[in-house]
């Protein structure tokens, strides 16, 4: 197992009280896997992402344990965290294309970022090559400042900075939000790739877009408010959803085909609760098609079928419903 996560609870200092940003939250992202990581914007996503690398100022850990390869993250702990990272896991953020100082050559950017970490360009120099390469990058992007890349090239040099020392977790944040088509597609394949060569072991790639996840993924969490709503294998969660919150996210994205001139596209109606004072039970009642009174009551994140966690008491009833229907059927 490569990543596990027990109770996590993040929070965000604020001036109006602490916004629980990510609530009790357990899951696993095993070695070799692609867990991508969906949901509404302010859903904790990014939150949930970072806390396994950093805690910036506002945050706070209130609970909860990382375990990464079996030992321990010290999340909570700046200074102890400092030999985790870009080793241990990494990060590609989510503004990535203006993560890089305009004023550093992309060479000098990884000399002082592997130096920060005890490694000293030299050493991996040949294998920096390779990769730039390897993301159809020229040799001469080392001398380059990123200004003179488009957005599409930045994006790919961070992608090889941030796994220049072959990390076990890699966390993608929105890698491809700010990239047209073609680029997405191509930063798409490129995380697979570097997943299957060996230079990262597992992956969290976090993105409101669930059709980037169904290429790259294996596995796909959907978050809401801070909590988590379904977890499966991806092609699971693409055709068969069972949290309303998932099937009503994946009714929202376009059709390849619809004119929408002629038919209109259709969003989630209503807003997702403040997290300053979360709501009791499921939080995804009141915009919820399906919500019944025991909806008042906080629905358990459990496996409901074989490989699929989902927290809905609807979506227990109709799994249970089936499996009695499946029963009556078999004993006739």
């Known amino acids: ?59 706070r850990h209130l609970g909860g344990t990382v375990e990464l390869d079996g030992k321990v993250l010290p999340i909570s702990d700046d200074r102890a965290m400092n030999r985790h990272r870009m080793r241990d896991v990494s990060i590609i953020p989510q503004y990535a294309m203006s993560a890089l100082n305009p004023t550093k050559k992309i060479g000098v950017l990884a000399r002082d970022l592997l ?33 003179e890349l488009s957005g599409g090239m930045r994006q790919r040099a961070t992608m090889v900075i941030s796994t220049l020392l072959n990390p076990s977790l890699l966390i993608a944040d929105e890698v491809t939000s700010a990239l047209d088509v073609s680029n997405q597609r191509a930063v798409g394949e490129l995380l697979t790739e570097f997943r299957d060569r060996g230079y990262v072991k597992s992956m969290i790639v976090i993105t409101h877009d669930l059709s980037i996840l169904a290429q790259i993924a294996d596995t796909i969490m959907v978050m809401y408010a801070g909590k988590l709503a379904e977890k499966a294998d ?37 807003r997702p609760p403040s997290l300053l004072d979360p709501p009791a039970g499921c939080r995804f009642r009141d915009r919820c098609p399906f919500a019944f009174d025991k909806c008042a009551e906080e629905p358990p994140f459990v496996e409901l079928l074989p490989g699929h966690q989902v927290a809905c008491w609807k979506a227990a009833q109709d799994v249970a419903g089936s499996a009695e229907r499946e029963h009556e059927e078999a004993a006739r």
């Open 115 to 147: 130096k920060s970490r005890g490694t000293k360009l030299a050493k991996v120099l040949p294998e920096f090559r390779r990769r730039v390469a390897l993301v159809g990058l020229p040799d001469s992007v080392l001398e380059m400042y990123p200004f």
């Open 234 to 270: 991806a092609g699971t969660i693409i055709d068969r959803p069972l949290h309303p919150y998932t099937q009503a996210l994946l009714s929202s994205l376009p059709e390849v085909g619809v004119r929408y001139e002629e038919e209109e596209l259709t969003g989630i109606p209503g």
């Open 1 to 59: 197992m490569s990543l596990s996560v027990r109770n996590l609870r993040i929070a965000y200092r604020t001036l109006r009280g602490d916004v629980q940003a990510v609530d009790d939250v357990t899951f696993s992202v095993a070695d070799g896997e692609i867990m991508g990581l969906a949901g509404e914007s302010g859903c904790g996503k990014s939150t949930l992402g970072n806390s396994l690398i950093y805690l910036e100022g506002r945050m």
